[in-house]
């Protein structure tokens, strides 16, 4: 061991993967490297397998299912002895998982979840982050409520159900107008809704992202936030208490995402569990700002 600080000896990766079988490494495919929501992920998942050794790879499909499918592929040609997957798929294309699952890869899938496809989840219960989000907009006395919806991910199906819930509970009527995630999609949709007239007095914003770009096109318009119209987003992104109208939005345990699919994920690969596939629901939570009453 003397030696071996004198010689500053650091041992040989690739050596230690041929005796021990792992490489100790873990990949992460997210749909957007530079959304806070992600990197508290991120930051999460680095937190749990650090101190047991690994080292967490980063890969980014851009919301692209054909960069998704090479950089997974990447990732395994690399041999990573395990895969964190927030999946860019709309919910109808699970290829990509069994290709994983023929190569003996564990996987937990975060974020994102595929009803119907047995794996490991980490994430919310989208269903009810729709529900609470609309349901905190008829508590402030909204009665014309809009979703800015983005139905092309898999997590977007779940949240207009919870929205459509909390209105039916409310007796209430929906408007729906399909956004892409992000602020040019909410800012789209937003001008869309203001042009058709019939100005709703709440808006519930599939992710903060859309959130920030009706914000601009409302306030474009002459309207008033939260007077005319209250709005609320979710995903809790850095700095939406510093936007122009600090935004309320749901806040969704980020980091606690982060650290339950690392855990499921080395359980996998270090044998603790071989029962069927286990789910984290994180905390749901309103942080309320000014952008409603």
């Known amino acids: 061991l003397d030696y071996a600080r004198k010689l500053n000896y650091q041992p040989n990766s690739a050596a230690r993967s041929l005796a021990t079988r792992r490489t100790y490494t ?14 508290d992920i991120a930051m999460g998942a680095a937190r749990r397998l650090q101190p047991r050794g690994y080292t967490l790879m980063l890969a980014n499909s851009n919301e692209s299912e054909e960069m998704e499918q090479r950089e997974v592929e990447q990732l395994l040609a690399r041999r990573v002895d395990g895969l964190l997957v927030a999946s860019a798929s709309a919910g109808d294309r699970v290829g990509l998982f069994d290709r994983i699952r023929k190569s003996r890869t564990p996987l937990v899938l975060v974020d994102r979840e595929f009803p119907g496809y047995e794996a490991d989840f980490a994430g919310v219960d989208n269903v009810e982050l729709g529900r609470l989000a609309t349901a905190y907009l008829v508590e402030r006395g909204c009665r014309s409520i809009a979703h800015l919806a983005c139905e092309s991910l898999a997590t977007g199906p779940a949240r207009r ?9 409310a007796g209430l009527a929906p ?17 869309q809704m203001v042009a058709e007239g019939n100005i ?43 936007f122009r109208v600090p935004l309320t939005t749901v806040d969704m345990s980020s980091p606690a995402i982060g650290e339950a699919a690392a855990g499921y994920l080395l359980d996998r690969i ?13 905390l749901l939570r309103i942080l309320a700002r000014q952008s409603t009453r």
């Open 270 to 282: 270090e044998g603790r569990v071989e029962d069927g596939p286990r789910t984290f629901r994180a």
């Open 26 to 39: 873990v990949g992460l495919v997210l749909p957007e490297l530079m959304a806070s929501f992600f990197a």
């Open 161 to 169: 159900k919870g929205y459509e819930l909390a209105l039916e509970q």
């Open 200 to 242: 709703p007095d709440g808006v519930f914003c599939f992710s903060d992202p859309v959130a920030v770009g009706a914000e601009q096109a409302i306030l474009e318009a002459g309207l008033k936030i939260p007077e005319d119209i209250s709005i609320v987003g979710a995903g809790n992104i850095r700095y939406s208490g510093h």
């Open 175 to 191: 408007r729906l107008l399909q956004s892409e995630n992000t602020d040019e999609g909410g800012y789209a949709a937003a001008r």
